[in-house]
């Protein structure tokens, strides 16, 4: 679990005249759980959304897998990456958004099989089977013949993990998966996170609010502020013992995740 999958070096990210993420050095590890905290606007989402290509940096260099995410070798130099390259880097990662972001006019098994077929090549039949398999991990078997608008908002954001995981990607990215449910539905959300941080392979980074549950999956908290990493650590230590005072104060607006 040593060799970084994702590793950011001093990269830059404005909005106009904002700096989003200021000089930002951020790894994680393969089969990694970290989860990351902090305030509204501290970078959190870019962070995620930079590493599915759906932002651009400014500066810096971000490595996924060993391979430069916006930039590519040419002759030795580092060059902007062209859209192949980006496409291929896609690969490695799935995004669950807090929106759950279902195309609404296909059937939830339509919804996970679209990408595996048009991007990954894989037949229709192969496809509907993973749909299958991963229906079944998030506890959704029965629902594949359903429109995203006949399902409550928990069971669309289980199939949009499904749909990230019919990529078989080596890392998902999680956006707040939670914070658009009712809170009785967030329960199950959880549930099958949780199930997912189980497996050891599969790197996760996950920006959330539930710091309980951040507790209880991350090998590691990274606590955001002002587009910098200002203290980590293992969830015992940030939650329990925070060392700096901004972490404490961040944290004294949320109940005590014990
Ligand atoms: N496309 C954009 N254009 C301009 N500004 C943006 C854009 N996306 C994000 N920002 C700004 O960048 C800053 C960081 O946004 P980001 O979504 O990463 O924060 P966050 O830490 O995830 O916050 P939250 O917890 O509220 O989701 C915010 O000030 C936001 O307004």
């Known amino acids: 679990?040593?060799?970084?999958?994702?590793?950011?070096?001093?990269?830059?990210?404005?909005?106009?005249?904002?700096?989003?993420?200021?000089?930002?050095?951020?790894?994680?590890r393969k089969g990694e759980k970290v989860t990351i905290i902090g305030p509204s606007g501290s970078g959190k989402s870019t962070v995620l959304r930079i590493l599915m290509t759906l932002e651009t940096i400014n500066d810096g260099v971000?490595?996924?897998?060993?391979k430069p995410l916006w930039h590519q070798y040419k002759d030795d130099q580092l060059v902007p990456a062209s859209e192949a390259h980006l496409r291929e880097m896609r690969k490695e990662m799935g995004m669950v958004f807090q929106q759950f972001n279902l195309f609404p006019h296909m059937t939830v098994r339509r919804n996970i099989t679209e990408a595996p077929v048009h991007v990954l090549g894989l037949s229709k039949e192969k496809?509907?089977?993973?749909?299958?398999?991963?229906?079944?991990?998030v506890g959704l078997a029965d629902q594949a013949d359903k429109f995203p608008?006949?399902?409550?908002?928990?069971?669309?954001?289980?199939?949009?993990?499904?749909r990230a995981l019919a990529m078989k990607p080596n890392i998902m990215l999680f956006d707040?998966?939670?914070?658009?449910?009712?809170?009785?539905?967030?329960?199950?959300?959880l549930n099958v996170i949780q199930r997912l941080a189980g497996e050891q392979d599969l790197t996760m980074l996950l920006v959330t609010h539930e710091m309980q549950f951040a507790k209880q999956i991350s090998d590691r908290v990274c606590f955001f502020d002002k587009g910098r990493i200002v203290e980590e650590g293992p969830p015992e230590q940030v939650f329990k013992e925070p060392r700096e005072e901004r972490t404490q104060e961040f944290l004294k607006g949320f109940i005590n995740p014990d």
Do not use: C, W
């Open 1 to 28: 679990m040593n060799e970084p999958i994702i590793k950011f070096e001093k990269v830059i990210k404005r909005f106009g005249e904002v700096t989003v993420l200021d000089e930002l050095d951020f790894n994680v």
């Open 62 to 66: 971000i490595h996924v897998a060993g």
């Open 127 to 137: 496809a509907n089977q993973r749909a299958e398999e991963y229906l079944d991990l």
């Open 149 to 162: 608008s006949q399902l409550s908002g928990g069971q669309q954001q289980r199939v949009a993990i499904a």
């Open 176 to 189: 707040e998966p939670t914070s658009a449910l009712d809170p009785e539905l967030v329960g199950e959300v």
